[in-house]
């Protein structure tokens, strides 16, 4: 990669990563481009430059945050253990991202509605993913019904994610879950 590339590419996130805390702190229908220029230290026309408009960088920062969720889930991925603790230990890690994103934030159920508005496709892709991870884990250790046991766990695990428990009470949770459908 070219110097002015990676110039380019440092500069394009800096704007990602100053538009997510603009995005958290206003929510999406109160920000503006205006407001993540001012945050990433640039000119609004520099903006433009890199998004045609304020939901191109909304996108940007959903498959960003999709990224981390990703890079969380398979680095804590332990390749021994039972199935319940392995998938226990990545799936925490993977919700401790979304909690760390979220937490503190009051639009956080906008800005849950808008990420599925706009970029359902990621977000699919992800979860389909995300499923894919799961299952064949419960596939391997030769579980019946892999599928449906994976979409039952996460649908679970996501509506106690939902209720913003701390991250032990949420761990907690997330493990009975678990191991009750693993047990």
């Not at 359902?120 to 992800?126: G, P, R, V």
Request: negative net charge; proline residues 4%.
């Amino acid at each position: 990669m070219s110097k002015e590339s990676e110039i380019l590419v440092q500069r394009r996130n800096r704007i990602v990563i100053a538009a997510r805390k603009v995005f958290l702190e206003r929510g999406h229908r109160a920000t503006t481009m205006e407001a993540i220029a001012k945050a990433a230290g640039i000119a609004k026309p520099t903006l433009y430059g890199y998004f045609p408009d304020k939901d191109a960088v909304f996108k940007s920062v959903v498959s960003t945050i999709v990224e981390e969720m990703k890079a969380a889930f398979l680095e804590n991925l332990p390749s021994e253990g039972t199935p319940s603790e392995r998938i226990f230990h990545a799936l925490a890690c993977k919700f401790l991202v979304m909690h760390k994103v979220f937490h503190g934030s009051p639009h956080k159920a906008e800005l849950l509605s808008e990420e599925g508005r706009l970029s359902a496709d990621d977000i699919h892709s992800f979860k389909k993913w995300l499923h894919k991870q799961v299952e064949d884990i419960l596939e391997d250790a030769g579980y019946e019904e892999p599928e449906f046991i994976t979409k039952i766990m996460l649908a679970s695990i996501m509506g106690v994610h939902l209720e913003e428990f701390d991250p032990p009470t949420f761990a907690r949770g997330a493990q009975l879950i678990i191991h009750k459908l693993l047990h």
